[in-house]
């Protein structure tokens, strides 16, 4: 268990839909990290936030966006979805403001969110 | 641009001793790591190398050479629970994690 939680676990849906993924981070960490993996893909890196603030823009789409709450829990919140949306959303959690550095650096990953779109 | 290469898939017998051999490039360099993934599951660190060597873990090695922009993860003594997908991923001068696609590793009995 690496202390991070991902809600929900499944997601059915329609194209054109909206949904939002939920994630609690590692007690006392304050990055979070949002990453789409495709079925048989590399983790593709979305978005990053410390402390409530945005801190680093990957491959996220425009339809796509996400916040961090003053609890520090993130959402990530997909629109207008099609049908190339379906996929596993990972968040991770950290100690480290930089992505990857240091020890403090190792990502703890949550189980994932598996969407799929119809 | 920015890239890490790594074989897409690998097999090996139980038992045995395996390398998976992961070369990169990108802009400057702050750290690299291995991490294992199974099959529809999260990532899970397995290490992490910042200066040249070998960092040794039980079963599992991992080498840095950053002349090179050259590393590998060994694994000795296959089980059959080490069949899954390995990650190498790069930190770069940015602080971005760039990862590589993953070499999935079949161990055959």
């Known amino acids: 268990d690496s202390g991070v939680t991902q809600t929900p676990k499944h997601l059915i849906t329609a194209t054109g839909q909206r949904v939002t993924l939920r994630c609690s981070p590692r007690?006392?960490?304050?990055?979070v990290y949002w990453y789409q993996q495709s079925l048989d893909q590399g983790l593709q890196f979305l978005i990053q936030y410390y402390n409530g603030e945005e801190r680093a823009k990957g491959n996220i789409l425009e339809r796509f966006s996400a916040q961090q709450f003053p609890d520090l829990h993130s959402e990530l919140n997909l629109s207008s979805l099609e049908l190339g949306d379906s996929a596993l959303y990972f968040c991770?959690?950290?100690?480290?403001?930089?992505?990857?550095?240091?020890?403090?650096?190792?990502?703890?990953f949550g189980e994932g969110s598996r969407l799929t779109v119809l | 641009g920015q890239n890490i290469d790594q074989p897409t898939e690998m097999t090996a017998t139980e038992g045995a001793i395996v390398q998976i051999n992961c070369t990169y490039q990108t802009s400057g360099f702050n750290g690299l790591f291995w991490y294992q993934q199974h099959a529809g599951e999260a990532p899970t660190f397995l290490s992490y190398n910042v200066l040249d060597g070998l960092e040794e873990k039980g079963r599992f090695s991992s080498f840095l050479s950053r002349s090179k922009g050259y590393s590998y993860l060994l694994l000795k003594e296959l089980q059959m629970k080490d069949s899954a997908s390995y990650l190498c991923a790069v930190t770069n001068s940015n602080y971005q994690l760039i990862w590589g696609a993953g070499t999935k590793l079949i161990i055959k009995p």
């Open positions: 007690s006392g960490d304050l990055s």
């Open positions: 991770a959690s950290s100690g480290s403001r930089f992505h990857g550095t240091g020890d403090t650096g190792e990502l703890f």
